[in-house]
């Protein structure tokens, strides 16, 4: 019998292999805390990232969003769908995902080492090719950020992995 995505072992094992995702995209440099001398600032800095990103997905700014995700993203949809940072780019231009609204909520920011991971709930109303119409989604995710590097000094904060889960829509009244 395959184990629930709900299941407590489910869960364990995926908040396990997030926090060594985590060491990986911070250069394998979790262990010591080296890029974020002052969270007070980063956190902020990491939530206003997170907003850009939701803004650029619903405005389908393509521009942005490559400033805002990394090179090895890896970014997995709620259906299970996993994609790169070029599927995603393209993805987005083609329109076969649409984001119409993103508001997130409740967010907390937690640190391995440098890196950021957030984790929160978002209300999506998506279009995803061929459906005809957007459905209307409440997601749980997390999300990892590392600082962005331009030039040789820190530009930001960038996406490095992206994961959610559908939250399931209550039963109708006369269901219950």
């Given amino acids: 019998m395959r184990a629930s995505l709900a299941s407590p072992g489910h869960r364990v094992w995926r908040a396990a292999a997030l926090v060594c995702l985590a060491a990986c995209a911070s250069g394998g440099q979790a262990a010591r805390d080296t890029g974020v001398a002052d969270r007070g600032t980063a956190e902020p800095a990491v939530l206003a990232s997170e907003a850009a990103r ?42 076969r995902i649409r984001y119409d609204s993103l508001a997130t909520e409740g967010q907390a920011v937690r640190w391995v080492g440098p890196a950021a991971v957030v984790t929160g709930r978002a209300r999506v109303l998506v279009l995803v090719a061929p459906a005809k119409a957007p459905m209307r989604i409440t997601l749980l ?21 992206w994961q959610s889960t559908r939250v399931p829509e209550p039963p109708p009244a006369a269901a219950r």
């Fill in 141 to 161: 995710y997390t999300s990892i950020y590392r600082r962005r590097v331009a030039g040789g000094s820190a530009a930001g904060w960038e996406l490095v992995a």
């Fill in 54 to 95: 939701s803004r650029a997905l619903v405005a389908r700014d393509e521009g942005a969003l490559d400033t805002l995700l990394a090179a090895d993203l890896s970014y997995t949809h709620s259906n299970a769908n996993r994609e790169s940072k070029a599927d995603m780019l393209e993805s987005v231009r083609t329109g």
